[in-house]
Structure formats: C-alpha cells, structure tokens
T-cell receptor, first 114, second 115 residues
C-alpha cells in the first residue's frame, strides 16, 4: 500500500531547541494530520490541515499543508521534556466515495536530552 | 468521558485461541476503523466501516472478522490466533466528509500478546 516518507526517523536534541520534521508523498491528499504517541497510549491528534498552503499553530507547534498537497511539515519550538514521543504524519484522501482511512508515515522518534 | 474507548487494553493469550476486542465511540461519528501497529511502530489500516457497512478491507487474514452492531461500535474478532498477530490494535473513528472536520480520533490501543 501507499506510504509516506517521514523524516527524520529519530532526533536527539537538547531541551530548548527547535524541532522540525516533514512528510512527503508521491500522491496528493486533501487532509494532513499530525499525531503524537506516548508510550502505552494511542496517537493523539496535534494539528489538522485541510487546505493546500494552510499554516496552523497549536501552542509551540506549527504545521503547514504543502502547496502541492504532497507534503507537510511540523515544527516544535523551544522543546520541553514532555515533547518526547513518536510523531506521526498522516494523509487522508477522501473524495466522496469508496476508500477512506489514513496513510501514515513511519514516525519520528523525538528524544530530548536535559 | 473517553471519546474512543476499546477493551481490553492488555490481552495475553495462547496460540490457537479466539479473542475479541471491543470498541465504542461517543463522538457521533459515522465511520470507524481498526488499525494495527507493529513492533516497529508502523500504523496500517485493517478495516473501515461507514454506517455499519464495510468500506475498506485491506489485505488481512480472514481469521480477522470485524463486526459493527451499530454506528457507535466496531468489534474485532480474531480466530485461531498466531504468534505473528501480536501487536497493538487501535480503534478509531471519524465523520466521513470531504471538508473540514474529517479528522480521525484514536482509542488508547489494545496490546495483544500471543504466546
């Protein structure tokens, strides 16, 4: 099945640093979603993007829906210890009939060193 | 109240057994899903139901049988469990729409270990 290329695969950063991760796809989506998963929990929605070019913020998080509809990035500013976890991008292409569901990237493992 | 709840959270069972995982959503959504997360954390869709009808059935062994008694529930039954079925299974729900608001919300997962 279709997959998204998410990078980087893992990041080791110092507390207070900014973080940037992105996803690219060979096909277009009409929704991009970013999730965070903590150990032992399910993915929790961070930001949802519905229009090409859309730039959306949620606190220290900022995400953009690429103009080509084939990519998205997520930035985290001034990282703190609770930002540790796995971040997933996901694309959804639903056009009114047939198949639905999310295609996920393989995740970015964020590790913060104090 | 938890929006998407699934039970049990942990399940350890022997090979060959049959087990079920239950899922309920109280978000008023019309579409529910089952996803599988493997040991490398990759998430992949297994099934999608809209208004109790199956709309996606990915390449999943027919030992896996979803059942949706109503729009708010989607259960997953697994027959003749195998070691390779060990994984985390996530239930999710959404509204099936082309516009804003078609985000998908996940349950907390069911950790299945087959021994």
């Amino acid at each position: 099945g279709q997959q998204l290329n998410q990078s980087p695969q893992s990041m080791f950063i110092q507390e207070g640093e900014d973080v940037s991760m992105n996803c690219t796809s060979s096909s277009i989506f009409n929704t991009w979603l970013w999730y965070k998963q903590d150990p032992g929990e399910g993915p929790v929605l961070l930001i949802a993007l519905y229009k090409a070019g859309e730039l959306t913020s949620n606190g220290r998080l900022t995400a953009q829906f690429g103009i080509t509809r084939k990519d998205s990035f997520l930035n985290i500013s001034a990282s703190i210890p609770s930002d540790v976890g796995i971040y997933f991008c996901a694309g959804r292409m639903y056009s009114g009939g047939g198949a639905d569901g999310l295609t996920f990237g393989k995740g970015t493992h964020l590790i913060i060193q104090p | 109240d938890t929006a998407v709840s699934q039970t049990p959270k942990y399940l350890v069972t022997q090979m060959g057994n049959d087990k079920s995982i239950k899922c309920e959503q109280n978000l008023g959504h019309d579409t529910m899903y089952w996803y599988k997360q493997d040991s490398k954390k990759f998430l992949k869709i297994m099934f999608s139901y809209n208004n109790k009808e199956l709309i996606i059935n990915e390449t999943v062994p027919n030992r896996f049988s979803p059942k949706s008694p109503d729009k708010a529930h989607l259960n997953l039954h697994i027959n003749s469990l195998e070691l390779g079925d060990s994984a985390v299974y996530f239930c999710a729900s959404s509204r099936l729409t082309t516009g804003t608001g078609n985000t998908i919300y996940f349950g907390e997962g069911s950790w299945l270990t087959v021994v």
